[in-house]
């Protein structure tokens, strides 16, 4: 029998299988009585979990972050689903598959950065072009730049996501870029590749999806801009006025500061580069919040606490296949 996933647990099932003990508290009933608390994650969903029984004998034997084998039954707390769990152990190395836990983009992540790579051959500004080849060369960034999400919980929240939705910032600058005049196109393009790469070191992509130490206390646009300013330190003759302005990017691309953005973008590549960023991830958002919930009957999506509002889902449109 195949792995039942989270989003398929349905009330009075019985489950046996892995999952990823996001959370663990222990805790006493009214009558003294020690019960676990778990929230368990696969890459479908997560439900909250409950050890009434043996709650004393089945602490020690895991941590928060541990994969664990459970077995249990599906019950409902107030309408919402519940894992009673029944009995427990912590997982053996070789029995868990990464792929089972962390979503990861339906793309194929090396076409997604040789596009990229095809891209940023039309940099023409041979400073630029030495400093990007510097970040597609870095075999260490590359390997977390693949992996990484784009953020912990607003979009592509997957494997892959930081990788797919910078190809699609770049995508949109080719289609978009061409409308103005007087946009440096090598700057920009520029920009687009390098506005989020602090995010491969910002966040935390093994287990679950978190903040890194480094990511809590600096933030993705701090970590950019020591990236980047690292790689130029170490190309002699890179003129100080494209560094100032490629950095600006980096430090503008939110837009406003009550969106975290230490400056608001003061040219016209940093304006143009912060509304197709937001307006990738807010598009990437809204598909993964109508996808997260196509089974359901409603033309409506539940209420999303981010957009603060209910997004109506797209209908399938009949084509006449003779128009």
């Not at 910032?169 to 700057?187: C, E, H, S, T």
């Amino acid at each position: 029998m195949g792995k039942v996933f989270v989003s398929q647990f349905k009330k009075g099932q019985s489950v046996e299988g892995f999952f990823l003990a996001k959370e663990k508290t222990a805790s006493k009933t009214k009558t003294g009585s020690l019960y676990l608390s778990l929230r368990l994650t696969d890459r479908t969903g997560e439900i909250e979990g409950r050890v009434w029984d043996k709650a004393a004998e089945f602490a020690p034997l895991f941590e928060k972050d541990d994969f664990i084998k459970v077995q249990g039954e599906v019950d409902e707390f107030q309408g919402v689903p519940q894992l009673r769990i029944l009995r427990l152990r912590k997982a053996a190395g070789g029995e868990i598959d990464p792929a089972d836990f962390l979503p990861k983009t339906a793309q194929d992540v090396d076409s997604l950065l040789s596009e990229i790579g095809e891209i940023l051959k039309s940099v023409r500004n041979p400073h630029l072009c030495v400093l990007l080849e510097s970040f597609l060369t870095d075999e260490e960034f590359v390997k977390k730049f693949k992996t990484a999400p784009a953020a912990k919980a607003m979009h592509h929240v997957y494997l892959g996501g930081l990788l797919e939705h910078t190809l699609s910032v770049l995508r949109l600058i080719r289609l978009v870029a061409p409308q103005y005049k007087d946009l440096d196109p090598d700057l920009l393009l520029s920009g687009g590749f390098l506005h989020d790469v602090g995010k491969v070191d910002e966040l935390a992509y093994e287990r679950s999806f978190d903040y890194t130490d480094r990511g809590r206390l600096l933030g993705h646009i701090t970590l950019t801009a020591e990236m980047l300013d690292r790689k130029i330190q170490g190309l002699p003759d890179f003129p100080e006025t494209l560094a100032l302005l490629l950095k600006h990017l980096v430090l503008s691309h939110h837009g406003e500061y009550i969106f975290g953005s230490p400056k608001r973008p003061k040219t016209l590549e940093a304006l143009l580069l912060h509304h197709l960023d937001d307006l990738d991830a807010k598009m990437n958002a809204f598909a993964s919040w109508i996808e997260k919930e196509k089974e359901s009957p409603s033309r409506w999506t539940s209420y999303h606490k981010l957009f603060d509002r209910f997004i109506l889902k797209p209908e399938e449109i009949e084509r006449d296949e003779n128009a």
